[in-house]
């Protein structure tokens, strides 16, 4: 199968002042729409283009660094798309709020974990709140391109929400204030997304 370039729900100028229309683009035209056609390139040399992605993922130890980098790239910026949306952000509300309490306490917990996991992330990378197999939710950072899914991860699960650390996410706007981005991510954060990625 051919992996494509999501298009995205929202116009890159619709999470201004958050994101700004100049990394929206560059971040979407440029770095997600070269990590999907890399992707495609590596799987076809690996010949595994049958697999699906969580397929290639369980075995993600077997194949050439290529599959890896541009398919965590490929993957992990379609999660980060699809989870943020102009006028958002706030809180949870209903019953993933009442799993994030029961697993963190509270949610101003699980912020602060959130945004430590984000900030403390050395290099490029990504932070996420992941719902393991138990259906415990978790947060956890992964360098470069690696996410929850990769059988190899530190911590396995299913990612339902991730913010990109990647300087290229933020550069333009925040120069290198990670923690300034981070804070201002809740604005943004889709909800409603979450929690069908929580329930699917």
């Known amino acids: 199968m051919s992996f494509e370039l999501p298009k995205l729900n929202y116009s890159y100028s619709d999470l201004e002042p958050i994101l700004d229309a100049r990394t929206m683009e560059i971040h979407h035209s440029k770095h997600h729409a070269a990590y999907t056609a890399k992707f495609n390139a590596a799987i076809a040399d690996a010949n595994i283009e049958n697999q ?19 398919g965590g790239g490929y993957y992990n910026h379609n ?16 019953e993933l709020l009442s799993a994030i309490e ?5 949610f101003d917990n699980f912020k602060s974990e959130f945004e430590n996991v984000a900030a403390t992330q050395f290099g490029s990378g990504w932070a996420w709140l992941v719902k393991q197999d138990n259906g415990k939710l978790v947060v956890c950072s992964t360098s ?17 929400l991730t913010i990109d650390v990647w300087e290229h996410a933020y550069y333009l706007k925040y120069q290198n204030r990670r ?14 997304a979450v929690f069908k990625l929580y329930k699917s």
Not at 52 to 70: D, G, L, T
Not at 79 to 94: D, E, F, H, R, T
Not at 102 to 106: L, N
């Open 102 to 106: 029961k697993d963190f306490g509270s």
């Open 144 to 160: 470069n391109q690696v996410n929850p899914l990769m059988c190899d991860a530190d911590i396995k699960g299913k990612p339902i």
């Open 179 to 192: 923690p300034d981005f981070i804070a201002d991510f809740w604005k943004v954060i889709n909800w409603d």
């Open 52 to 70: 699906s992605i969580e397929e290639i993922f369980a075995n993600i130890n077997k194949y050439p660094a290529a599959v890896r980098n541009n």
């Open 79 to 94: 999660l980060y798309w699809s989870v943020i949306a102009p006028n958002k952000g706030g809180a949870p509300q209903g």
